[in-house]
């Protein structure tokens, strides 16, 4: 079975510091992982993933994650907030040979000027 | 090239009827994928199928049911509405279901049961 837990459903930061995003996973085979982010009134769209190879990956927007597989985590960053990044995000979890995707509950993201 | 798109983007019904929402994947996405996202339980899977066929079934109760046809299009339906079944309902598209491939989603139906 595979799960994801997103710790704080809502994160405060002003413009310009540093974004941290949690996300813990389980799963009984190697994992897929995903960041997704949702603006109001829209569906998801992918930030990044990993699924095999490099731990660390860079996606769009200047975010990126690390994939530890020792702490079960896959943590996103960005080195230095915009307004626009204000959204939800959610981390999410498939295997190979499903495109069932399993959700954490999301983190909205507040952005302070 | 056109992103996934769902028609209609809002409905409202009424308690005891029925609902059919509409999915159109990205042109070459043979594999279509169904989510509910409501406040309380957050987004939660309904179903996936490719060329045709269910892969993979949420935990959802009968009433709610789906189908892809042969030009990938995909389609929901919601039978006995109950007021909880208010929720955006999310379609997602990929090139395949092997899982390491991005599923790209439309903009959601947003159902209202009143």
């Known amino acids: 079975a595979q799960s994801v837990t997103q710790l704080g459903s809502h994160v405060s930061v002003s413009e310009g510091a540093l974004v941290l995003l949690r996300c813990n996973y389980s799963s009984s085979v190697p994992p897929y992982l995903f960041w997704y982010v949702q603006y109001p009134n829209q569906g998801l769209q992918l930030l990044l993933k990993y699924t095999t190879g490099a731990t660390l990956v860079k996606g769009i927007n200047g975010f990126e994650a690390e994939f530890k597989k020792s702490e079960t985590s896959f943590h996103l960053t960005k080195p230095s907030a915009h307004m626009s990044d204000a959204a939800e995000y959610f981390c999410?979890?498939?295997?190979?040979?499903?495109?069932?995707?399993?959700f954490g509950t999301g983190t909205r993201l507040q952005v302070f000027p | 090239k056109a992103g996934v798109t769902q028609t209609p983007r809002y409905l409202i019904k009424t308690r005891g009827q029925q609902v059919t929402l509409s999915c159109s994947p990205i042109?070459?996405?043979?594999?279509v994928s169904w989510y509910q996202q409501t406040p309380g339980q957050g987004l939660q899977f309904l179903f996936e199928y490719f060329s045709e066929t269910q892969r993979n079934k949420g935990n959802f109760p009968g009433r709610f049911s789906g189908r892809q046809f042969s030009n990938s299009r995909s389609e929901m339906n919601v039978s006995t509405l109950e007021l909880g079944d208010s929720a955006l309902y999310l379609c997602?598209?990929?090139?395949?279901?092997?899982?390491?491939?991005?599923?790209?989603f439309g903009q959601g139906t947003r159902l209202t049961v009143v």
């Open positions: 042109s070459g996405h043979r594999s």
């Open positions: 997602a598209s990929s090139w395949d279901f092997q899982g390491n491939t991005e599923a790209f």
């Open positions: 999410a979890v498939t295997a190979y040979n499903t495109d069932k995707l399993i």
